[in-house]
């Protein structure tokens, strides 16, 4: 059974920092794509940020210079270091694996978690 699992989520004031982590289990996590997408009440899901099997990564010009994506093969875990939130990334964040740039919102691909909240208040 495939399975991501994230965790770090939370509440925190603009300016600070949380680090999401996602572990994955039942797929070749070496082999895999990895992404953190987010949804806000009333937007569109977005891709934030992405780390490609061979460890591109990609991140949405949003949040360039204050989130890091990297991963752990031997956890199979990969994390999202978020540093001066800001309250615009207020969201749900979703983890997924080889989704390819599809947010499950439009179309399944892939296999996704079930989304951690993030609250950054002003």
């Known amino acids: 059974e495939v399975q991501l699992v994230e965790s770090g989520g939370g509440s925190v004031q603009a300016g600070g920092a949380l680090r999401l982590s996602c572990t994955a289990s039942g797929f070749t996590f070496d082999d895999s794509d990895m992404g953190w997408y987010r949804q806000a009440p009333g937007n569109e899901c977005e891709l934030v940020s992405g780390?490609?099997?061979?460890?591109?990564?990609f991140y949405a010009d949003s949040v360039k210079g204050r989130f890091t994506i990297s991963q752990d093969n031997a956890k199979n875990t990969v994390y999202l270091q978020m540093n001066n939130l800001k309250p615009e990334d207020t969201a749900v964040y979703y983890c997924?694996?080889?989704?390819?740039?599809?947010?499950?919102?439009?179309?399944?691909?892939?296999?996704w978690g079930q989304g951690t909240q993030v609250t950054v208040s002003s």
């Open positions: 997924a694996a080889d989704s390819r740039g599809y947010c499950f919102t439009t179309i399944t691909v892939g296999y």
């Open positions: 780390i490609s099997s061979d460890g591109r990564t």
